[in-house]
């Protein structure tokens, strides 16, 4: 596997009872795209694609290491999830075109993930954060 230096895109995905509860793909060259706010009763569906400062793939990219990839190259399943099924993926795309992902299936109501893999996606969704409240807020129709 390539070094986390070499990594070229992100993505989060969170589907919750099959609906997509968050998306984040993130380009080490600025593009991103981000659908929902990664929770259980997530109404928002809209898809917002652009550009943003690089330097958010390289906040993201920099929260990327031994403890985190150790999980990558696997797909966990909890036996007796509680509560609304969660599937959690999140993949690494690097320079030289290989990927790499870890995926999770649980409950909303149980443990899920390890720390580091929750700590990522919140990072994840905190750092993409404005530039999505910004989006989200340019395709509302103006107020009178």
Known sequence: ???????????????????????IMLGDEGSITR??????????????IGKTDPAIFQQ???????????????????????????????MLKYANGEESATAWRYGAESQ??????????????NATNPWFEQSNAMSRPPRD
């Open 1 to 23: 596997m390539a070094n986390e230096k070499d990594i070229t895109a992100i993505m989060v995905r969170l589907l919750v009872d099959g609906e997509q509860s968050l998306f």
């Open 35 to 48: 659908a929902g706010t990664g929770t259980v009763d997530n109404r928002d569906r809209e898809l917002f």
């Open 60 to 90: 993201l990219r920099q929260q990327i290491g031994p403890k985190l990839l150790g999980w990558f190259g696997q797909q966990l399943a909890d036996p007796q999830p509680r509560g609304k099924i969660c599937e959690l993926t999140v």
């Open 112 to 125: 899920g993930p390890p720390p580091e893999v929750v700590q990522f996606v919140i990072v994840a969704v």
